[in-house]
């Protein structure tokens, strides 16, 4: 070691780290380090400064508006859109010029339901494979996330914390992660995923594989889901999830369960509330979805068998439905256990229905894919979108997926971890930018086909793609 280095000299000095780490002015982990070696700007030099880009000759979907605009030019200044301009060959010195030729530009697009750690992962592998091979699995599936044209995704339950600091920091290419962490489960419950041999589960005793690896928590009392809460919060958790009704992927509660009580619902609201955000929860039937509206829930995950006077609730108190496009693939079913088959079938029959009453009651609705398990099924996530199409317009299904989506990240409050418009392209958005060669609102499945059809994709500023040099 170089002694004259004084870096290494104030990292080898055992008592100036106790006071710092006594003082509570580091974060666990390698933080302790970085406090004393990395400020925050020198910690996220892996990024290469986003300068000025011009995106001219474009046409632009919005986000919002079901038609185009006119032969335009977009600039980008950092991370921030700066300038719509009416001129589609405005010039700019110093720019970095993206000739469009009149293809699309529009907002990057954002999944409302994603498992980032979990999405192209099967349960066996899941829950006995070593943690750092999983995480390597997990920032592949983050870049091939973002090349498909997906720059922000909502996690639902995962231990992402560390991948998406390795995403903000450039460690790794990925989408902007907002991240529930662990999913807050009953015993018994969806999020349940102990092994046989990981019973009975008592108070203060050993947590289970999938705790752990913060794949779930498990609480059974108000205080207890308070408790697993604010530990995600801790963590880093932009929003809460807890599993409120039965699942089709595990395998110990029927479908048509209604989990946890009002009151411990009502805790972790509480505790959400507390940091000014809200609480997410998975539920399919009335009876579940309900009890959550009591307890103070904000948006529902699924609600495929919701009936029509539930969806009118939801509608009335302004719940946000992130709703899934959940029908049969024989693919994907064949992959499916016995059980998850049966559970499926009963959900993919109330698909059709629910989307129905969803635009019946003009519910806020949020897009997502919600892949589980299935490598096959992930690499398809833009045609879960194109789907959208039996029950929607092109349009109104991408503007569910940008700006209705990004609507609903910003109900993450002050804990936002990326303030700003997202979803949208406008001046002063953040800069989440799609070049499509074609016209979505024409034809959305140009999204089912990003290799070919996104020729560039920008998120924060900064171009991951862009062949239209090649």
């Not at 034809?443 to 059809?453: E, G, H, R, S, Y």
């Amino acid at each position: 070691m170089n002694s004259r280095n004084p870096r290494l000299k104030r990292m080898s000095c055992p008592l100036l780290l106790s006071v710092v780490l006594l003082l509570g002015l580091c974060r666990p982990g390698l933080a302790q380090y970085e406090a004393l070696e990395l400020g925050p700007e020198e910690a996220a030099s892996n990024l290469p400064a986003a300068g000025a880009t011009l995106f001219r000759n474009v046409r632009i979907f919005d986000g919002r508006n079901a038609a185009l605009s006119a032969p335009s030019s977009v600039l980008v200044r950092g991370n921030v859109i700066e300038q719509i301009l009416a001129n589609p060959a405005a010039t700019e010195a110093g720019a970095a010029v993206i000739d469009g030729n009149g293809r699309v530009l529009m907002p990057g697009l954002i999944d409302a339901h994603w498992h980032m750690f979990m999405a192209a992962v099967s349960p066996a592998v899941l829950l006995t494979a070593d943690p750092g091979y999983l995480n390597l699995l997990a920032a592949r599936q983050a870049e091939a996330t973002l090349m498909r044209g997906f720059t922000t995704i909502r996690d639902m339950g995962g231990p992402v914390f560390g991948l998406k600091r390795a995403i903000d920091e450039g460690v790794t290419v990925g989408p902007r992660i907002y991240p529930s962490g662990a999913m807050i489960s009953q015993t018994s419950g969806h999020g349940d995923f102990r092994a046989r041999y990981e019973v009975p589960r008592a108070l203060g005793g050993p947590l289970s594989q999938s705790e752990i690896m913060g794949v779930a928590a498990i609480a059974d009392s108000p205080d207890e889901v308070r408790l697993r809460a604010r530990e995600q919060l801790r963590q880093g958790a932009s929003q809460i999830k807890l599993m409120a009704g039965g699942g089709v992927s595990s395998p110990h509660n029927p479908i048509e369960s209604t989990q946890f009580t009002e009151a411990e619902l009502h805790a972790a609201v509480e505790a959400a509330e507390g940091w000014g955000t809200y609480v997410a929860v998975h539920a399919y039937t009335p009876a579940a979805i309900r009890q959550a509206i009591a307890a103070g829930v904000k948006c529902i995950e699924h609600g495929q068998l919701i009936d029509e006077p539930t969806a009118q609730l939801l509608a009335d108190k302004g719940i946000w439905w992130s709703l899934q496009p959940l029908t049969y693939d024989a693919d994907v079913f064949a992959r499916m256990s016995p059980v998850s088959q049966k559970k499926a079938l009963v959900v993919f029959a109330g698909t059709e229905n629910a989307y129905k009453l969803a635009r019946k009651y003009k519910v806020k609705t949020a897009w997502g894919a919600d892949i589980l398990g299935d490598a096959g099924a992930a690499s398809r996530q833009g045609q879960y979108l194109a789907m959208m199409v039996r029950w929607y317009t092109p349009a109104e299904a991408l503007k569910m997926a940008t700006a209705d989506n990004g609507e609903l990240m910003a109900l993450s409050g002050f804990i936002n971890p990326y303030p700003g418009k997202l979803g949208v392209v406008e001046a002063g958005a953040l800069a989440d930018l799609l070049l499509v060669d074609g016209n979505p609102l024409e034809d959305i499945n140009l999204v089912a086909n990003p290799d070919k059809n996104f020729v560039v994709i920008m998120k924060d500023g900064r171009i991951y793609k862009n062949t239209l040099g090649k």
